[in-house]
């Protein structure tokens, strides 16, 4: 878990950012303050992971608290309404920086960075659990959790995946890429067989000619990949 502090002047922008982090479950909010003084305080007191830190703020500003250097180094994200501050955010090595008003995808796209470098400097890998049999997505402004052994097969379609499951009559449609999808389900259980399609492996109901007959759907596979799906129905005969 990403301990995480907010620092901005403004309250509606300090509650948007907590909405935000309150919606990505490897984030966990530890305080919320109007200024670098306030922060400052909370830093002496309490482990901080991440700083989402806006610029321009009354007394000494952000780019002051971060040239002076920040207790315990915590990564930072800028998070402001001035564009022409980030060639100097990342002259002070900021992880990210964010221009107001941030859509959640860019948001969650900042906390992903921030949980990649968190692993590796703490040489983590994910924790084994009841959740590495799902995973997260942002579908319609919400993440939302799919578990694996629920999905029947994945379409691609340019920026975006169709992700179909066994319980669900509608598929969830997130803004991520088919390669994206790929390299998160475990080869095992899923293959690509198709530029557009993923599917997984136990739902396959049949097969006939080049084409994948699953529960509720038949999808085209290509013959590229038919020397690895015939391998594992040789180990399923």
Not at 17 to 28: H, Q, R, S, V
Not at 107 to 126: G, I, T, W
Request: aromatic share 10%; with cysteine; hydrophobic share 45%.
């Amino acid at each position: 878990m990403i301990r995480c502090l907010i620092v901005d002047d403004e309250h509606f922008a300090r509650e948007l950012i907590a909405d935000n982090i309150g919606m990505i479950p490897f984030l966990e909010l530890v305080a919320s303050c109007k200024n670098v003084e306030e922060a400052m305080r909370v830093m002496a007191s309490e482990q901080i992971d991440l700083v989402f830190l806006d610029i321009q703020m009354p007394g000494l500003s952000g780019i002051q608290w971060l040239s002076a250097g920040l207790i315990n180094s915590p990564m930072v994200v800028m998070v402001t309404a001035y564009e022409n501050y980030a060639l100097e955010g990342f002259n002070l090595n900021v992880l990210d920086y964010l221009v107001k008003p941030v859509a959640f995808d860019r948001f969650l796209k900042a906390a992903n960075k921030a949980m990649e470098l968190y692993l590796l400097k703490n040489k983590q890998v994910a924790a084994p659990s009841s959740d590495t049999n799902s995973l997260f997505v942002n579908s319609d402004y919400s993440l939302v959790r799919i578990s694996m052994d629920n999905i029947t097969h994945i379409e691609g379609l340019k920026d975006y995946v169709k992700i179909f499951q066994l319980s669900n009559d509608k598929p969830i449609i997130p803004r991520l890429t088919l390669h994206y999808m790929e390299s998160k389900l475990p080869a095992s259980s899923f293959l690509r067989v198709h530029r557009s399609y993923i599917v997984a492996l136990d739902k396959i109901v049949s097969i006939k000619r080049n084409r994948l007959y699953l529960p509720d759907a038949d999808i085209p596979f290509t013959d590229n990949y038919r020397p690895v799906l015939m391998e594992y129905i040789g180990q399923h005969s």
